[in-house]
């Protein structure tokens, strides 16, 4: 057996190298109910995660909320892609982000959106990117998936309902959807769990 | 010792053909000399359509009109071995150059990192096809003696001194690299082969043909010292390819540009670096350089990578005219294998920090597509925040319910039985808070603005204007 050939196997690792198993680190969503149910307890840090919904303004970024104060009070950037609207800076300072750490990107092409969200979150110092793209396919997840992978930062895709049964590679796929008490959730997708429970966060009154 | 030698007899007509994606179309290299032009070389094509070396100029136009004609550039092939040594420089740490046709490699120290012999050559061989080169290689302990099969063809590799002298006794005496005159004074005393001239009294062979004659028998034997003048590398990569034809494709000259990268990809394993910085070169007849700078994330020496990112930087590029030659430089390496990671780190080696983020994002998107936000003290809505460097300090905003989405306008709403309207009935559920101010800049509000939750329970921030209240507007979504 020679030295080349024992340096292709996959179980030799080499100290120039990444490690191959990473630690997948979860940040917990400020939902109880929610982390109860996620593999690891808490929103996939170095993953994709997708965010179905019909409408926006549902309590999406209600649901985010916890999380996005948590890392950018931490230090980490909160980059914005496309948002639908305004994300309204007095809103997002009352539930605890820091908006010092958010940027806000508003781009034409799916080409340059694609790249613009595949950049931030393969740089590392991005603790969480939300992005509305317009079209994206498959494929284009999957490199998503690997940059958010390279990154360890947390990648959140908004995309309309009509794409709930096409296959993904994201790691989290969430269906949201306004109910009478508040947000419903079912979890369509979770890498390392199955049979999960829909779960509705109520409304409070310090809306968000 | 073990030494590799590759013998490049095509080089002439190889230093212009490796740059062409159709090797099919004919190509003559002319050479100048005593008055006249004749053929050096050329390539398959061409000797279709009945060219041969020697013919002269006018011969080969009245063959083949569509000929592609180059002169022979002696400087170009010398520059080609120094390349071809610098890509080999991922195979061995010892490479010589014997111009005009033959690098030589010793490869005794390589076998065990590269798998054996067989798989080296192996290597070697697509390399070498990989820069569009034809070389014939061979493997003899001593350099002279590889050089000579090389140009016998001998296709085993030879390993032993005993076995050497076997072989090279069987080579005929062409391969030796003498002139005509030698080979012909040989030819006369009925000698043919390497052996037969061996079993000739050493003291007449040195009279008759000098004794440098002798000594390379020794040395290609292994009796006497055959020292090589090691190759040494540069610093920089720098390559330059003339094309045979004027070129005004992008995958024409991403072609080209994956012959040269193959050439850096080489340097930069045998350098241990990879690079971060790239400049693409392009030559035009009739107009000024065009140079394209290639910057990347982390340094690297993939050539898929490297050539998907010339392909993403040639097709946003306009060629200001057709392109006769390219060149490829790379001027800082960086060493990869500097960062040595721990075990148990998760974060890899290549990220780049905020502001290089934040730099390369406005650079390809504008600056006004990259902002930040931050809250502005103010009462009315629209005006309580502003948009700002990224990064900006922020300012505190009181802990009033607000929406967390923000429409640019105000959106003014349908009234269905006197209840507003938007997809569908609202229902007011918090509210009213009023908001009234800004009197002093002619732009003044004064609105009651409600929570209110449509059927479908998705919650908006509507207001209607005072003081006569009539007209709805949704200013805002909670999302």
């Given at each position: 057996m020679s030295l080349d050939s024992v340096l292709q196997r996959a179980d030799v690792w080499r100290?120039?190298?990444?490690?191959?198993h990473r630690q997948v680190h979860n940040l917990p969503t400020g939902h109880a109910a929610l982390d109860a149910q996620l593999s690891g307890g808490g929103w996939p840090v170095g993953a994709l995660t997708e965010c179905l919904l019909a409408?926006?303004?549902?309590?999406e970024l209600r649901l985010l909320g916890p999380a996005l104060a948590r890392l950018s009070q931490a230090g980490r950037w909160l980059v914005w892609v496309n948002p639908p609207y305004l994300p309204y800076a007095p809103a997002l300072n009352h539930a605890g982000v820091s908006l010092r750490h958010n940027i806000l990107l508003q781009i034409e092409t799916p080409d340059d959106q694609l790249w613009a969200i595949e950049q931030a979150l393969r740089?590392?110092?991005?603790?969480a990117v939300l992005a509305w793209p317009q079209r994206i396919a498959p494929r284009q997840l999957r490199r998503l998936q690997l940059a958010a992978e390279m990154g360890s930062a947390l990648g959140i895709v908004f995309r309309s309902l009509e794409v709930q049964h096409q296959h993904s590679p994201a790691a989290l796929r969430l269906r949201l959807a306004a109910a009478a008490s508040g947000l419903r959730l079912d979890i369509l997708k979770c890498r390392g769990r199955f049979n999960s429970q829909p779960i509705v966060l109520e409304n409070d009154h310090a809306v968000a | 010792m073990l030494w590799l030698s590759l013998y490049l007899p095509q080089l002439a007509r190889d230093v212009f053909l490796r740059g062409s994606p159709q090797p099919d179309t004919p190509l003559a290299v002319m050479e100048n000399g005593n008055g006249r032009q004749w053929v050096a070389a050329c390539n398959h094509a061409a000797q279709h359509c009945g060219i041969a070396i020697g013919m002269s100029s006018g011969a080969v136009y009245s063959l083949c009109q569509q000929i592609q004609v180059q002169i022979r550039d002696p400087a170009a092939e010398l520059e080609a071995l120094r390349q071809i040594a610098l890509w080999a420089q991922q195979f061995t740490s010892l490479i010589s150059l014997s111009p005009p046709h033959d690098v030589l490699l010793e490869i005794q120290g390589s076998l065990m990192l590269f798998g054996g012999l067989a798989t080296l050559r192996q290597r070697i061989e697509d390399g070498l096809t990989a820069l569009g080169y034809q070389a014939a290689m061979a493997i003899a302990p001593t350099p002279l003696a590889a050089r000579w099969l090389a140009r016998a063809g001998y296709p085993e590799a030879v390993t032993e001194l005993e076995e050497l002298s076997r072989v090279l006794r069987q080579l005929p005496v062409t391969v030796l690299m003498q002139p005509p005159a030698v080979l012909k004074a040989l030819h006369g005393i009925g000698v043919r082969r390497i052996g037969e001239c061996l079993r000739l009294p050493r003291a007449e062979l040195t009279r008759r043909f000098g004794k440098a004659f002798l000594l390379q028998f020794d040395q290609a034997l292994g009796d006497h010292p055959d020292p090589q003048a090691p190759f040494e590398a540069p610093a920089h990569f720098a390559s330059r390819l003339s094309l045979p034809s004027e070129v005004d494709n992008t995958e024409a000259l991403l072609f080209a540009a994956r012959r040269l990268l193959v050439e850096l990809v080489g340097f930069l394993r045998g350098q241990g670096c990879g690079v971060q910085r790239l400049q693409l070169d392009l030559y035009h007849r009739y107009a000024a350089h065009s140079h394209l700078p290639i910057g990347l994330v982390s340094p690297s020496r993939d050539a898929e990578h490297l050539i998907g990112l010339f392909r993403e930087h040639l097709s946003r590029f306009t060629l200001p005219a057709p392109v006769e030659a390219i060149a490829l430089r790379a001027e800082s390496l960086t060493s990869?294998?500097?960062?040595?990671?721990?075990?148990?780190?998760?974060?890899?080696?290549?990220h780049v920090d905020w502001p290089q983020l934040c730099e390369r994002l406005q650079a390809r998107l504008g600056p006004e597509a990259v902002r930040g936000i931050c809250p502005v003290a103010e009462h009315r809505p629209e005006y309580a925040w502003r948009y700002c460097a990224p990064g900006e300090t922020d300012a505190q905003a009181p802990g009033l319910p607000r929406p967390s989405w923000l429409l640019n306008e105000p959106l003014a709403l349908r009234i269905v039985e006197g209840r507003p309207w938007f997809e569908g009935p609202l229902q007011l559920v918090q509210g009213p808070e009023r908001i009234e101010s800004g009197w002093w800049d002619g732009l003044d509000v004064r609105r009651d603005y409600f929570i209110a939750e449509s059927t479908c329970h998705a919650r908006y921030w509507i207001y209607r204007e005072l003081p006569q209240a009539r007209a709805w507007y949704l200013h805002g979504l909670f999302g």
């Open positions: 100290g120039g190298e990444q490690s191959l409408q926006h303004g549902i309590g740089s590392g110092s991005c603790g | 990869l294998s500097q960062h040595s990671e721990d075990l148990f780190t998760t974060h890899s080696a290549e």
